[in-house]
């Protein structure tokens, strides 16, 4: 019986791909790449532009820096008024004393250079040569006196001028160190106030539509845009005295009511509210100040900007938006 040949075995060869198979995976790596990519993008921290409320909280600290300075910048100034007042007082008052004295120390120069000069006059000579019994002793202890008299009157003029003289350095001296003082403070302001401007600059005009009012483009806190949009949102509710909300105010009832949805208390009186922040200039205010009226400060309504505001207006006329010029402006305050 014939015998079969052993089977032979081709050598192991690795399976071939199709070209479409080879087309997908490299997709996919390229895929996944692009994605691990984006995670890496998504993770790298970003640097957002800072926000009002951010950029018045740098403000506000280089504020507390400056208010200190100028109180002291005042107060330097102030007493650097009063000193030089009182060395131009002094110099007043040191010039008939210098005079007098310059007279009497003439007239002491003039007796001295004639008795040099001529010798004793006739009268002291007749005096020497007088042979009446107590006339020469008499008159002798009168030139004495005259001469004493004299003497003690230039001293006197001399005292009070000298006395003069050492007030006046005294206060040179005072007024030469306040005018340092003044100008290192100076200096001090200058710089803080370059950087309150440099922050300023940064601060980013925020767009609200707030219904019931005029559409807002400024500078606004997050506080103050809440303070807004819900004041605003009180257009056409009634006037009550003595009203805090939420459906009737008075005026320090409506600001009080807006800026406690933002979380900030105000007193329901004008002139505590008065207190209750920050005073800036007209130029400076921004939308959410609160704006007052009167030198009583009577009145006070929410600052939208461009001259007008919302507020509470009187008995017979509801919230309303109207301008800040038909009242006497008594200023405005930041709260936020």
């Given at each position: 019986m014939a015998t079969m040949p052993p089977e032979r075995h081709a050598p192991s060869q690795p399976p071939v791909r199709p070209a479409g198979t080879r087309r997908?995976?490299?997709?996919?790596?390229?895929?996944v790449a692009a994605v691990a990519v984006g995670a890496g993008m998504l993770t790298a921290p970003a640097h957002a532009a800072p926000s009002v409320d951010e950029i018045d909280a740098q403000i506000d600290k280089q504020w507390e820096k400056l208010e200190p300075t100028i109180e002291q910048y005042n107060k330097v100034r102030s007493q650097l008024k009063v000193n030089k007042k009182k060395s131009a007082d002094l110099q007043k008052k040191m010039v008939p004393l210098e005079l007098e004295s310059a007279l009497a120390?003439?007239?002491?120069?003039?007796?001295?250079?004639?008795y040099y000069i001529q010798g004793p006059s006739q009268d002291l000579g007749a005096l020497l040569v007088s042979t009446r019994p107590g006339t020469l002793a008499e008159q002798l202890v009168i030139l004495d006196r005259l001469a004493d008299d004299q003497r003690k009157q230039i001293a006197g003029v001399l005292a009070v001028r000298d006395k003069y003289n050492k007030q006046k350095q005294k206060l040179d001296a005072l007024i030469a160190t306040e005018l340092k003082q003044e100008k290192d403070l100076a200096t001090k302001k200058k710089q803080i106030d370059s950087e309150i401007k440099r922050l300023t600059a940064m601060l980013p005009v925020t767009s609200i539509r707030p219904a019931g009012c005029p559409a807002i483009d400024g500078v606004v806190s997050s506080a103050a845009r809440t303070a807004i949009k819900t004041a605003c949102a009180q257009v056409g509710d009634p006037y009550v005295w003595g009203a805090t909300g939420p459906n009737s105010f008075d005026c320090s009832g409506l600001t009080q009511y807006a800026y406690k949805a933002a979380g900030i208390s105000l007193t329901h009186f004008t002139g505590a509210q008065w207190n209750e922040g920050r005073k800036v200039s007209r130029?400076?205010?921004?939308?959410g100040?609160?704006?007052?009226?009167?030198?009583?400060?009577?009145?006070?309504?929410?600052?939208?900007g461009n001259g007008v505001m919302v507020h509470a207006p009187r008995t017979g006329k509801p919230v309303q938006v109207s301008s800040i010029s038909t009242q006497p402006l008594a200023g405005f305050v930041r709260v936020t």
């Amino acid at each position: 019986m014939a015998t079969m040949p052993p089977e032979r075995h081709a050598p192991s060869q690795p399976p071939v791909r199709p070209a479409g198979t080879r087309r997908v995976v490299r997709r996919l790596l390229t895929l996944v790449a692009a994605v691990a990519v984006g995670a890496g993008m998504l993770t790298a921290p970003a640097h957002a532009a800072p926000s009002v409320d951010e950029i018045d909280a740098q403000i506000d600290k280089q504020w507390e820096k400056l208010e200190p300075t100028i109180e002291q910048y005042n107060k330097v100034r102030s007493q650097l008024k009063v000193n030089k007042k009182k060395s131009a007082d002094l110099q007043k008052k040191m010039v008939p004393l210098e005079l007098e004295s310059a007279l009497a120390m003439n007239k002491v120069g003039d007796i001295a250079a004639r008795y040099y000069i001529q010798g004793p006059s006739q009268d002291l000579g007749a005096l020497l040569v007088s042979t009446r019994p107590g006339t020469l002793a008499e008159q002798l202890v009168i030139l004495d006196r005259l001469a004493d008299d004299q003497r003690k009157q230039i001293a006197g003029v001399l005292a009070v001028r000298d006395k003069y003289n050492k007030q006046k350095q005294k206060l040179d001296a005072l007024i030469a160190t306040e005018l340092k003082q003044e100008k290192d403070l100076a200096t001090k302001k200058k710089q803080i106030d370059s950087e309150i401007k440099r922050l300023t600059a940064m601060l980013p005009v925020t767009s609200i539509r707030p219904a019931g009012c005029p559409a807002i483009d400024g500078v606004v806190s997050s506080a103050a845009r809440t303070a807004i949009k819900t004041a605003c949102a009180q257009v056409g509710d009634p006037y009550v005295w003595g009203a805090t909300g939420p459906n009737s105010f008075d005026c320090s009832g409506l600001t009080q009511y807006a800026y406690k949805a933002a979380g900030i208390s105000l007193t329901h009186f004008t002139g505590a509210q008065w207190n209750e922040g920050r005073k800036v200039s007209r130029s400076d205010a921004r939308p959410g100040d609160l704006v007052f009226f009167g030198s009583d400060l009577h009145h006070v309504g929410l600052y939208l900007g461009n001259g007008v505001m919302v507020h509470a207006p009187r008995t017979g006329k509801p919230v309303q938006v109207s301008s800040i010029s038909t009242q006497p402006l008594a200023g405005f305050v930041r709260v936020t």
